[in-house]
């Protein structure tokens, strides 16, 4: 039997109003959006961070007046 805790008090899942269910339902689909955009944002940061390295590497050194771009 599945349960849910609710403030502290353990509630059986096919025992609640349809209502309930189903704010349950919307509860679980958005914390696995949130996982998802967490996930995405870890990605992006790991990105940026690559990005300014790679910026900061292809920054013109001093008495160097031209820029080079790596990949």
């Given at each position: ?16 109003p ?19 955009l ?10 940026r ?7 900061k ?8 007046d ?6």
């Amino acid at each position: 039997m599945a349960t849910v805790t609710i403030d502290g008090k353990e509630y059986a899942i096919e025992e609640l109003p349809d209502a309930a269910k189903a704010q349950i339902m919307n509860i679980q689909y958005v914390d696995q959006k949130i996982a998802d955009l967490k996930s995405q944002i870890a990605v992006m940061t790991a990105a940026r961070e690559y990005y300014s390295t790679l910026l900061k590497a292809n920054l013109p050194k001093e008495g160097d007046d031209t820029v080079k771009y790596e990949e």
